[in-house]
Each structure stands twice: as C-alpha cells, then as structure tokens.
C-alpha cells in the first residue's frame, strides 16, 4: 500500500496514473492537511491505511512561475521544506520508506571540472550559497530537513553533500518536467506563451518517463539516496523552439533576450536556475531513461489539449 501525497498536482496527477495503471493499491493524502495537523494524526491515517511506503509529490512552486514564491514565502517554505521533514520523521519513527520529489533548480551554472551536477555535490544557488530564488533555496533547504548537509571539505576543493545517517529514502530531484498534453506546468507549453525566452542549457524531465523511473527505483530495490532522475543529455532553448517548429505543433517566430542580464530586467523578480545534472547514477543502478530530445520529439509528435 502506498501513501500519495500531493495526487492533484502535476507530478502528482503522473503517479496517480501510474499507480492506478498498474494496478498498484494506494490512497491519496493532502500534503497541506498534513502540515496543518498533528504529527499523530498522520502517522495514525498512514498505520490506518496500512501503509509500506510513501510518496511525495507534494510542494509549492508558484504560479505562473516562481516568482510568485517571492510574494508568498510563509506557504513555499512549508510545503517544500517544513512538509519533507515532518514526513521523515513520522516515516522514521513507523519504518516506512518514502520517496520524496525534490528539483534541480537548487544548482546553477556549469559545475566545475563540466560533465553535469552529481548528486554528491552541495547545491550552488541556494541560501548557503546565493543569490538563488526563494523557490531554490526552500527546495535545497527541504533536502537538508532530510538528512543531506554540505560536508566538511579543504582549501579549493567543492562542496559536497553527505547524509548524516544511512539514507532511509529516495530524494527524485525532477528538472524542468514537460509531456505531450498542454497544461500551464508544461515545459513545452511554457515556451510557446512565454512573449520572450531565455537562451539557456538545461537537463529536463520527461514526466512520464520521471514517475515510471522513480516507480523502477521502489520495484527494483535500488538503493536509497539522491538521485538526479532527468531524461540523458541537455538542450538549449533555441533546440526546444526548433523541435517546436519542425513538430507543426507552432510555427510562430520567437523572440529571444538578449542576455540573462536582459531577461532579468525586463522579465523577472528573482534569479533563474540553468543547468545541467549529470544522470549516470540513476542509469547505473538500471533504471534507464530515454534520451531528452527523443523524449521531446515523442512529445510533439503526440502533442494534443487537455
């Protein structure tokens, strides 16, 4: 039995699917609920119910975008940091797994030496190392709350991350999540209203492909820990508008920023995450993921409204 927090959200929508496609019993909890209760009465509802593990698909990103977190940060730090937390610890206490979907926006830039973020390394755009957004930096902060912190490290060297116990669960860090169905939270349909974009380099999600590897992960035992859970390879946007425009699915010219100095000063609040995650743990422990623009091609192929 698995308990799903967050089922109406849009990675939460995802697993639901998944779970009722599979045949998989589970039952539905509202992460808001359970951080405006009492640690009792949640860790009664998931002994109630009988549940093996938990899934949390819970959290605030804002909307349009993050710059909303800006406005609202008393709900964004709950739902990505303090919620994580209390979940961990009710988890602890029933020895229960649980798999916790986190982001990669907590890193930014090129990672030093190249190759991609790993999940060894401390986040770089977060409130231990700003500037970052609101929205990075509670998403950062929740993988703190779960047991992860930057380790000690000498003179020059990057910071890493360790956990202060044996890990007791899944940290699934999404990146950019996209499919084929229009929706607000769609990537895809992100940059087709977006009046100007951002050239930049990124890893992304497919979102289907994301739930059923972080399915794989509990089915197939693989160990607990952090795990960068993006489709292989990394696209700049100028590659997405291209797909885009080849695909039929919109044929309009788009309108580049100049810089991200440019896009800063006309179309944001707060700084933006751009980077790229290094996806080899996740394929090494055999849960494979499809190539980002053969994921994105399928996407388009079969694009279609909600």
């Not at 949640?42 to 899934?55: I, Q």
């Not at 044929?251 to 609040?269: N, P, V």
């Amino acid at each position: 039995m698995i308990a799903l927090i967050g089922s109406t959200g849009y990675v939460g929508t995802a697993f639901r699917q998944l779970l009722e496609g599979k045949g998989v019993a589970f039952e539905a909890l509202s992460g808001r609920q359970i951080a405006n209760g009492s640690q009792k009465a949640f860790a009664d509802s998931l002994e109630g119910m009988g549940a093996t593990f938990l899934v949390n698909c819970a959290g605030y990103t804002g909307k349009p975008n993050v710059d909303a977190c800006e406005l609202d940060k008393g709900n964004c730090l709950d739902g990505n940091a303090v919620l994580p937390g209390l979940i961990r610890e009710v988890c602890s206490d029933l020895s229960i797994g649980w798999g916790h979907v986190s982001s990669g926006c907590i890193f930014g830039g090129e990672r030093p030496g190249g190759g991609g973020w790993l999940e060894s390394d401390a986040p770089n755009f977060s409130f231990r190392r700003p500037p970052c957004s609101f929205y990075s930096g509670t998403k950062a902060l929740g993988e703190e709350v779960l047991g992860y912190r930057e380790a000690a490290r000498g003179e020059g060297e990057w910071p890493s991350w360790e956990h202060e116990s044996s890990p007791e669960g899944y940290v699934w860090r999404l990146r950019i999540p996209f499919n084929h169905i229009d929706n607000p939270r769609n990537y895809l349909t992100k940059v087709q209203t977006y009046a100007t974009l951002l050239q930049a380099t990124n890893s992304l999600s497919q979102l289907e492909d994301f739930v059923n590897a972080c399915y794989e992960c509990v089915e197939k035992e693989v160990p607990f820990g952090i795990y960068n859970v993006t489709n292989p390879g990394a696209v700049e946007t100028s590659q997405v508008v291209d797909l885009i425009k080849k695909s039929g699915v919109n044929g309009k010219e788009f309108q580049f920023f100049e810089d991200e100095a440019d896009f800063m000063s006309k179309a944001a609040k707060t700084p933006r995450s751009n980077c790229v995650l290094n996806d080899s743990k996740l394929r090494d422990a055999g849960v494979v993921m499809r190539p980002v623009e053969e994921a994105l091609e399928w996407s388009l192929r079969n694009w279609r409204k909600a």
